[in-house]
């Protein structure tokens, strides 16, 4: 573990990177996009005209001849969780590592949670879930997980989801904001994200790097799987063979993408190459309309 100087001058960096994003974030759209996803039963009361009919507590109207309408009070306090692709593919990045930005991404999560007063939890997954922070508030807490998220070193390096989605359907008792950061090269996931997408809200933030989707004319290289280790020389210089990679990777993420899709979780797509916060910002700006309709 690095020195305490060295981490708190690496958060610190971070926090002061993020905070003109995580300012724009609090003032307005995190909490209208997110408030009143955690709502709790207050009483039943007998209906008015202009209630919600979908309130109706038809067991109850049912028993007094009368209808009642349920009455639920927002809670003001969220719970997000962080979940964080650890394994070696995020390591990759031609300007960048894609593990780098999705730090900047998380800490602007947790800042924007930290200044909303929200509980925020970590999650860090290989092929097996390495570390599990319980949400907590303050200051400190998320100076915490952001050390543990940036110095925490994998003991495995390949990936398989589904079983960090599977931990999580376990131990999220509470309904949570859950964002999930990866590059998401790895097989079906499906089942256990839609059972996680059933009781929580999920995001996905699928980040890649343009070195993934385009190869240059570098003549012959060698490529090595970073999570296997397996090795293959190619001829980038061949047009057909850059025109099929270029094919294929297409393929794989419109995939992806259509299996999302039909889950009907949100994704939220990022390039090493641009500003993290451009696609994140976007992301709000929509959920905030989807809100307000």
Same mark, same amino acid.
Request: with cysteine; hydrophobic share 40%.
């Given at each position: ?31 209208? +996009?997110? #408030?009143? $996803?955690? *709502?709790? !039963? ?6 008015? =005209? ?120 376990? +131990?999220? #008792?509470? $309904?949570? *904001?859950? !964002? ?6 790895? =097989? ?106």
């Amino acid at each position: 573990m690095p020195r305490v100087k060295e981490v708190i001058k690496r958060v610190r960096k971070l926090e002061i990177k993020t905070r003109g994003l995580v300012e724009g974030l609090v003032s307005g759209e995190y909490h209208s +996009v997110f #408030k009143g $996803r955690g *709502i709790e !039963f207050s009483e039943v009361r007998e209906y008015v =005209p202009g209630d919600d009919v979908g309130a109706i507590d038809w067991n109850v109207t049912a028993r007094f001849n009368a209808p009642f309408v349920k009455e639920f009070i927002e809670e003001r306090d969220l719970t997000l969780f962080i979940v964080f692709d650890v394994s070696s593919s995020n390591e990759f990045g031609f300007k960048r590592s894609k593990k780098e930005v999705g730090y900047d991404i998380a800490a602007s999560l947790m800042f924007a949670a930290l200044r909303n007063n929200d509980r925020v939890g970590l999650c860090l997954f290989t092929s097996e879930v390495e570390l599990f922070i319980p949400p907590g508030k303050g200051k400190k807490h998320t100076l915490k997980l952001l050390r543990e998220l940036i110095y925490y070193e994998p003991k495995n390096k390949t990936t398989d989801i589904r079983t960090a989605l599977s931990y999580l359907n376990n +131990v999220i #008792k509470k $309904r949570s *904001i859950v !964002f999930i950061i990866s590059d998401f090269l790895a =097989p079906d996931f499906e089942r256990p994200l839609n059972q996680l997408k059933n009781r929580h809200d999920v995001i996905l933030v699928s980040i890649t790097d343009m070195r993934e989707t385009q190869i240059p004319d570098i003549g012959y290289a060698f490529f090595e799987d970073q999570e296997t280790g397996e090795q293959m020389l190619v001829d980038t210089s061949d047009p057909e063979f850059r025109e099929r990679y270029a094919a294929l990777v297409k393929a794989k993420q419109d995939a992806f993408f259509a299996r999302m899709k039909r889950v009907g979780v949100d994704i939220i797509q990022i390039n090493t190459s641009e500003p993290f916060y451009i696609p994140l910002q976007r992301f709000f700006k929509m959920r905030e309309r989807r809100v307000m309709r």
